[in-house]
C-alpha cells in the first residue's frame, strides 16, 4: 500500500505592518500610497494669476497693434497691418532691430565662450577654486543699472580706461569709447557679458561635475589628451546646459534695455537702440503706442522664433 504524501503548508511571510499606527499594509493601502496625487484644482490660483498678469495684456496687446489706440481713451479703430508697415518704414525701428540681432549674437556667443572657459577654469583641483568662483560670480548680484552706470564712468574719455592706457603708453589706443557709434553697441556688448559670465558660469560648473569621473579616466587610459577628452567627452555631455545656456542668453539679449539706457540711452543717434529702448521711448516719451504696440509685438516673434530655431538645431546637434 503506498501512501501520498501530503502537502506541506508554505508559511506566508508576515503582513508588512504600517510603522506609525502598527495596523497591517494592505494591498489597497499600498496602492493608495504609490503615488501622491495632487487635485488639478490646487494650480487654479497660480493658473489665474499668470493668465490675469500675463496672458491676458499678452493677447489685448497683440490685439491693441492691429488698432490706433492711443494708450489712453478707450477709443480704438480697426487699421489692419497698417502699424507693421509704420515699423518697417521707420529707420529708427529699423536700426533697433538691427542692433538688438547684433547685440544679441555678440553676447551669446562670446558670454558662452567665456562662461565655458571659466567652468573649466574653476572645476580643477585648484587650491583657490572656491574663492575664484565667488570673484566670477559676483557681478551677477549687481544691479544691471548700477553695472551700466559703473561701466560708463570706467569708459569714459577721461575715466579709468584710458587712464590706464595712457600710463602704459598707449595714449593712441585712448577712446570716447561710448561717444563713437562704431565702438558703443561692442563696449555694451562688452560690459553685459562681464557682467552675466558668471552666471554661464555657474550652469556649465554644475554640467561638468555631473560627469561621472569614471568616463574621463577611461578617455585617459585609452590615450585621449586633453583636447580629444574635451571633444569627445566633455562637449557632448554638456549638451543639456549648453541648450539652456545659449537660450537663456538669446532671451535676455533679444530684450535688452537697462544696461543700454544706464550707458549710452541708444546713443549716439541710433548707434545703441535696442528694440526695448525703441518701445519705450515710442511710448511715454513720443505717445506713439499703436507704434509702440507692433514693435512689442514684432520683438515677442523674433524671440519665439529664434529661441525655437536654436533649440530644434540644438536638439538635433545632440541626437
Known sequence: MTTTPRATAVPRPPAPRDADAGQPVTPRRQKRRSGIHTPFWFLLPAVAVYAFVIVWPSLRGGVYAFTDWNGITPDWHWVGLDNFSDVLADRGARAALLNTVVLAALVTVFQNVLGLLLALGVNTMVKSRYVLRVVFFAPVVLTPLVAGYVWSYLLSPEGTVNAVLRGIGLSSLAHDWLGDPGTALYAIAAEIIWQSAGYSM????????????????????DGAGV?????????????????????????????????????????????????????????????????????????????????????????????
Not at 555657474?202 to 560627469?211: E, N, S, T
Not at 506713439?288 to 519665439?304: G, H
Request: one cysteine or more.
Open 227 to 319: 583636447w580629444r577628452r574635451f571633444r569627445s567627452v566633455v562637449l557632448p555631455l554638456l549638451n543639456g546646459a549648453v541648450v539652456i545656456n545659449v537660450m537663456l542668453c538669446l532671451i535676455g539679449s533679444l530684450k535688452q534695455f537697462d544696461q543700454v539706457l544706464a550707458m549710452t540711452d541708444g546713443g549716439p543717434g541710433t548707434a545703441t537702440e535696442t528694440i526695448s529702448t525703441t518701445i519705450y521711448k515710442n511710448a511715454f516719451a513720443l505717445g506713439e503706442f499703436p507704434l509702440s504696440i507692433a514693435l512689442s509685438v514684432v520683438m515677442t516673434v523674433l524671440i519665439a522664433c529664434l529661441a525655437a530655431i536654436q533649440y530644434r538645431l540644438t536638439l538635433r546637434k545632440a541626437s
Open 202 to 221: 555657474v550652469i556649465y560648473l554644475a554640467g561638468l561635475q555631473a560627469i561621472p569621473s569614471e568616463i574621463l579616466e577611461a578617455a585617459t587610459i
